[in-house]
């Protein structure tokens, strides 16, 4: 399962270096290569101390960690709705996104030019929200008037429909987003497969200044009061030392952060932010051959954990057998957890928690 987050912004404000830092990222990972698929499309380890904890105990001739999918979306301007720029190839990208990162410039410098004029991180996150709306009310419009054709064949089931997308198109046309619609699990069937541009999650990727990186600044408050509307999740980064960061070696990553008062990288709180926004939790299998660490949904029973790694294991699911990352770490290995009665056998009702190292039965 890989999450396939989509990096958007106004010209001039970071997206393209936060990607370049991100791809230099993931060619510094000792067992998992960035990969780029196309020109902005590349798949970047996931960071996680537990991977390696695993590793270092059990000494696998493999460790593969999960991975997030990163996607760089060019061309948008004011007026992509109508094709200006690159529009219209954005926008579709846009849909193919699980979670939209929304870098928004906040930081001066008159030798880069804003396309806009001035920093205003509020007028540049409603630009983007307003052409996201128009595409989405274009859809809905569409939808609409098929609706109505479909509606005179007295269906009920086409009038009902009608009836909820009508609702949502005069929604958009207020300047409001699909994801401020209220509509229930039923109804959102009416327009689910429109999949929706206004309606995908969103996480504010805020590029300071180096002197601002670790406190914020007014333009990072802006940002934060926009995105508590929605409680959508805002790492604040400075694109310019991420692009440096990734260069260096893990030793030296690690002094480098310490120098600037930092704990983490920017890239690895944004990563670890999309994964929070999506609900989303780990579990990892571990063995002489490989130590490897897994993406699922929270909320998922055993045998969906065990179909994300083949369709064969669920399908022939017998029960799993588990042990609590901190009985693996804390009795040092699978043997010394079993016999100190910490590995459990868990059926197909098992909810799957964040950290649980997992050997999954089942037939063939």
């Known amino acids: 399962m890989s ?19 991100l791809s230099n990222a993931g060619a510094e990972s000792a067992n998992f290569p960035f990969c780029t698929i196309d020109p902005n499309v590349g798949l970047v380890p996931v960071p996680d101390n537990r991977l390696q904890k695993l590793a270092d105990l059990i000494e696998p001739k493999q460790t593969l960690p999960a991975t997030i999918e990163f996607v760089d979306i060019a061309g948008l301007v004011k007026g992509a709705s109508e094709g200006k720029g690159k529009g219209n190839a954005f926008l579709s990208h846009i849909r193919e996104v699980d979670l939209i990162v929304h870098v928004v410039r906040c930081f001066d410098d008159d030798d880069i030019i804003h396309v806009e004029g001035s920093v205003d991180p509020e007028r540049d996150i409603h630009i983007i929200e307003d052409e996201l709306i128009l595409k989405d009310l274009e859809s809905v419009e569409k939808r609409v008037e098929n609706l109505k054709k479909q509606s005179k064949s007295g269906d009920k089931k086409f009038t009902a429909q009608l009836e909820i997308v009508s609702k949502l198109a005069e929604h958009l046309q207020e300047g409001n987003t699909a994801r401020t619609f209220e509509a229930d699990a039923d109804e959102k069937l009416a327009y689910r497969d429109l999949f929706l541009l206004s309606g995908k999650p969103v996480l504010y990727a805020c590029n300071v200044s180096e ?25 604040t980064f400075c694109a310019k030392i991420e692009a440096e960061i990734a260069e260096l070696e893990e030793e ?51 045998p969906g954990a065990a179909g994300v790694i083949h369709t064969d294991f669920e399908r022939g699911f017998i029960r799993a057998e588990t042990i609590g990352y901190n009985d693996y770490i804390s009795l040092g290995s699978e043997k010394a957890a079993k016999e100190a009665g910490k590995m459990r056998q868990e059926g197909k009702e098992y909810v799957v928690n964040d950290g649980d190292v997992m050997l999954f039965r089942f037939n063939v």
């Open 252 to 302: 030296e990553k690690e002094m480098f952060l310490a120098e600037m008062g930092l704990e983490n990288s920017g890239l690895d709180r944004l990563i670890q932010a999309a994964y929070k926004n999506l609900g989303l939790i780990t579990y990892f299998t571990a063995g002489p051959k490989e130590v490897r660490a897994w993406t699922i949904k929270s909320g998922t029973k055993a």
């Open 211 to 235: 002197s601002d990186v670790s406190g914020g600044n007014e333009y990072v408050e802006v940002v934060k009061k926009i995105a508590a509307i929605f409680d959508d999740e805002v790492v």
């Open 3 to 21: 999450l396939k987050c989509g990096i958007v912004g106004l010209p001039n404000v970071g997206k393209s270096t936060l990607f370049n830092a």
